[in-house]
C-alpha cells in the first residue's frame, strides 16, 4: 500500500504571498491531520479533516486554513505569508474506525522557505 | 493540550551500547506513538503503544498508562540508529502532541 504523499517537497514563497499544499493520504484513510515543525516551536498540531469536515483544529491564526475532498486528499493553505512561516509542514493520515485512538502515519512533508 | 516531556534531550552512545528514552505525560492518553525522524524530515513510525509493552528487533517500548509516561528502549545501538526519536500523545480530540525529541548519535 503506498504510504501518504505530499506535494511539493519544497517551496520558495516571498512575503506577503500564499501557498497551497496538497496531501493525498494512505488508501482508505478518512483522517487526514496536518502539523507543523520549526525549530523554535517544534512540532504542532494544525487541523485534522475528517469526510470533508474540519474535526479539530490547533492554535494557529485564521491564515492558515484547509480543506478535505471526498476522495480524502487534503490541502492546506496559508495567506499573507510571514518569514515565521517558513517550516516543514507535515501530513498525516489515519483509519478511524470509530474506536477512541487510531495511529497516525507521516508523509515525507513540504519544506516551505518564506523570503 | 496535554503536554509533553522527553529526557534526555541529547544522548550519545557507543556502538553497542543499551539506552532508555522516557516520556511524560501530563494527562491521560489514548494514542500514544513514538516516531524516529529521518535526516530528510519524514516521521518513521516505531511503535503505537497506548499502554503494556511491544518489541520490534533491538527496540521495545513499554507504556504506564495509569502513571502517564513511557519509555523507549535500544539495545546493541547501531550508528544507523542516530537522528531523532519524539515521543507524541493524544487525548480524546486525537490532537497529538509531540515532546521536544530526544537527539541520539551513535559513535562508532
Redesign the interface.
Known amino acids: 500500500k503506498a504510504g501518504v504523499t505530499q506535494t511539493p517537497r519544497y517551496l520558495i514563497k516571498t512575503r506577503g504571498q500564499q501557498v497551497t499544499l496538497s496531501c493525498s493520504p494512505i488508501s482508505g484513510h478518512r483522517?487526514v491531520?496536518w502539523?507543523q515543525?520549526t525549530p523554535g516551536q517544534?512540532?504542532?498540531?494544525l487541523f485534522?479533516y475528517f469526510s470533508e469536515t474540519q474535526?479539530?483544529k490547533?492554535n494557529f491564526p485564521g491564515r492558515f486554513s484547509g480543506r478535505q475532498f471526498s476522495n480524502s486528499r487534503s490541502e492546506m493553505n496559508v495567506s499573507t505569508l510571514e518569514l515565521g512561516d517558513s517550516a516543514?509542514y507535515?501530513c498525516?493520515s489515519?483509519f478511524d474506525s470509530g474506536a477512541?485512538?487510531?495511529?497516525?502515519?507521516?508523509?515525507?512533508?513540504t519544506?516551505l522557505t518564506v523570503t | 493540550g496535554i503536554q509533553v516531556e522527553q529526557s534526555p534531550p541529547d544522548l550519545i552512545l557507543q556502538e553497542g551500547a543499551n539506552s532508555t528514552l522516557r516520556c511524560n505525560f501530563s494527562d491521560s492518553v489514548n494514542n500514544l506513538q513514538w516516531f524516529h525522524q529521518n535526516p530528510w524530515g519524514q516521521l518513521i513510525n516505531l511503535f503505537y503503544i497506548p499502554s503494556g509493552t511491544k518489541q520490534n528487533g533491538r527496540l521495545s517500548a513499554t507504556t504506564v498508562a495509569t502513571e502517564r509516561y513511557s519509555l523507549l528502549y535500544i539495545s546493541s545501538s547501531q550508528t544507523t540508529d542516530s537522528g531523532v526519536y519524539f515521543c507524541a500523545g493524544a487525548g480524546g480530540d486525537y490532537k497529538l502532541s509531540f515532546g521536544a525529541g530526544t537527539t541520539v548519535t551513535v559513535r562508532a
Not at chain 1, 517544534?42 to 498540531?45: N, R, Y
Not at chain 1, 477512541?100 to 512533508?109: D, I, K, L, N, R
Open positions: 483522517s491531520s502539523y515543525q517544534g512540532l504542532q498540531f485534522e474535526r479539530n490547533g516543514l507535515l498525516a489515519s477512541s485512538s487510531y495511529e497516525q502515519y507521516f508523509g515525507p512533508g519544506r
